[in-house]
């Protein structure tokens, strides 16, 4: 599919892409709603704001409850169930290689491709962003800085990123490089237009900014923690300034449509007993089946293009839709043979369609591994200007966008309505989020894979289910945490392979003694690995000074789980990171 389409895309002659315009998407983290221009009195953006204001402004835009499944559905067009990844953990951040990107439509059409900052949908071949489109990546590994899968010790400030496929050192905060990389690639690009996802990992947990961001906010009365998450708006304001500035130096500004949204919205820890957190009047953040939880900030600049700017546009769009949208407005064919949940808002930029008057339903769910009918928590489906919750609370957001008032009653031909269609829509989801991805081994791609606990497919166990813990931050391994669960992998070819089993990354040259102790207490001691894969089960012991424990197995093309463990007194879990190579001496032999 992937082929076939790039192929029939490639027809495209050099004159006809030189009049196709660039494509900015400008996807932040756990943002909300919290922009000068969305009312908020604190944050002091004027350079997001000045575009905002003569930009169209989709006040009714919104996104899936969480970061992963926000980032499957803007790369697919599709609900983040049917990519495979659904989920920020235990193994759901992974988006099967099969899905045929935004980028890789862009790239089949000649547009020079590039992606800066968050990914979150799998750090292996054949998720990676450079597998799946992408010519040219530096960004973070997992979902935030600090999570296991980030590169070890990273702070926000002079970190160590990866850099289409390795590791590389930048200097400066997060924020600072991602879009200073940005504008390398933009001034690097002179001969096609590009198409650039830039996913900045602010305002995402950990907070941290430099003091004189925050320092500001402090001084007005807002609390240190709400503070810093304002100071990382305002540092991210000064960098889409220098974009804009870039974009204007380079000649490429008019001819650029620009696309500026969040994942999801606010975060809880940036002030939930804070009176100065800003939800512009809704109830619900990251998370949450209310308004608040999916309907986030949204507008798009084209100053060459006629796209309605300086207008509201209240009708009903999703990032569902930006992978359609986008094509659509470039001039450029859909993908043959994909079925898309999302549709083009091109027709509507200039002719909004009133909500009432649009026949579209959305679903927004968040699956829960431990009882995929779940649907009291995150259950919302919007159709029209009603929201149903929980396929039982009907809201009016148009009278009522605190969702205050239950009208379920009153309207009980409504609620049957959402109900059949979700429970449709559910159907196929339940039966897609029940096959794990498998990270590929053994691929000529990549002949070496390294794996962490992120990616385990935890298991839920017990009646009611419960999860036998789950180790996604770099404290984990430090406490030695528990975590349970296979890593599920898809062996490419037949073949000798050594698993190497440690409990800190092997570029850090950490043993397994290293860790943290508390004061009084005793530090735990890891006396043995082992592993198990293909009814073969190896088992060696562990000293102090080791860095590793390394493991040679003969596979079998075809599907695996590969189990691990730590043993020791008080110690049974999981190996915190797995590397697993092909021998490719050996092969040859």
């Known amino acids: 599919m992937k082929l076939f389409s790039m192929l029939i895309f490639a027809l495209l002659s050099s004159s006809v892409l030189a009049d196709k315009p660039n494509v900015i998407v400008i996807m932040t983290d756990d943002q909300g709603n919290n922009l000068g221009y969305e009312g908020n009195p604190h944050v002091r953006n004027p350079h997001i704001d000045k575009v905002a204001m003569s930009s169209v402004r989709l006040g009714n835009f919104h996104q899936m409850p969480m970061c992963t499944a926000s980032r499957a559905a803007l790369m697919t067009g599709k609900y983040a169930e049917y990519t495979g990844a659904w989920r920020t953990s235990l193994g759901r951040t992974l988006m099967r290689g099969d899905n045929y990107t935004i980028a890789e439509a862009f790239k089949a ?68 490089v991602f879009f200073n990389e940005t504008m390398r690639f933009i001034r690097e690009t002179k001969d096609k237009p590009f198409f650039i996802y830039l996913a900045p990992n602010v305002t995402h947990l950990p907070l941290i900014v430099a003091d004189k961001y925050s320092q500001r906010h402090i001084d007005n009365g807002i609390n240190p923690k709400l503070a810093t998450f304002y100071g990382m708006v305002d540092n991210l304001d000064e960098n889409f300034g220098r974009l804009m500035a870039c974009l204007k130096e380079e000649g490429e500004l008019e001819n650029t449509i620009l696309l500026y949204t969040t994942d999801d919205g606010i975060q809880g820890a940036a002030g939930n007993s804070s009176p100065n957190t800003w939800y512009k009047g809704m109830r619900g953040k990251k998370g949450s089946k209310e308004e608040g939880g999916h309907r986030v900030s949204c507008f798009m600049s084209w100053p060459a293009g006629n796209i309605g700017a300086g207008t509201e546009n209240n009708t009903l769009t999703s990032v569902l839709d930006i992978y359609p949208s986008m094509l659509d407005l470039c001039g450029l064919e859909l993908p043959k043979g994909i079925d898309f949940n999302g549709r083009s808002f091109k027709p509507y930029l200039t002719q909004p369609l009133a909500p009432e008057d649009d026949e579209r339903v959305l679903f927004f769910y968040y699956f829960n591994p431990k009882k995929l009918d779940d649907r009291e928590k995150t259950n919302c489906i919007i159709w029209k200007n009603w929201r149903l919750l929980s396929s039982k609370n009907l809201y009016d957001i148009s009278k009522d966008l605190m969702q205050e008032n ?100 092997l570029y850090t040259g950490m043993t397994f003694s290293d860790g943290k102790v508390k004061k009084g207490e005793t530090a735990k001691i890891i006396e043995k690995a082992r592993m198990s894969i293909a009814g073969q089960t190896l088992e060696k012991a562990v000293t102090a000074k080791d860095t590793q424990v390394s493991f040679t197995v003969d596979l079998k093309k075809g599907p695996a789980a590969l189990d691990t463990a730590f043993l020791g007194e008080g110690i049974n879990g999981i190996a915190y990171f797995v590397t697993v190579e092909y021998n490719e001496k050996i092969a040859k032999k």
């Open 109 to 176: 059409n000649g547009y020079a491709t590039g992606q800066f900052g968050k990914w979150h949908l799998g750090d292996n071949y054949p998720m990676r962003p450079m597998d799946q489109g992408f010519d040219e990546v530096v960004g973070l590994g997992c979902g935030a800085v600090g999570q296991i899968g980030d590169y070890w010790g990273n702070d926000y400030f002079d970190d160590t990123y990866i850099h289409n496929g390795e590791y590389k050192k930048y200097e400066g905060y997060c924020t600072d």
């Open 406 to 505: 239950d009208v379920a009653s009153q309207h009980p031909e409504v609620v049957e309505k959402l109900v059949a269609a979700f429970d449709a829509y559910h159907a196929k989801g339940k039966a897609l989020v029940q096959a794990p991805v498998r990270i590929v081994v053994g691929a000529p791609e990549a002949p070496v894979v390294a794996m962490t606990s992120q990616d385990a497919y935890a298991i839920p166990v017990g009646n009611p289910p419960k999860w036998k813990g789950q180790s996604f931050t770099q404290r984990a391994p430090e406490k030695l945490e528990h975590s349970y669960g296979p890593y599920m992998i898809d062996v490419a070819r037949d073949g000798n392979y050594t698993i190497k089993l440690s409990r800190y990354p």
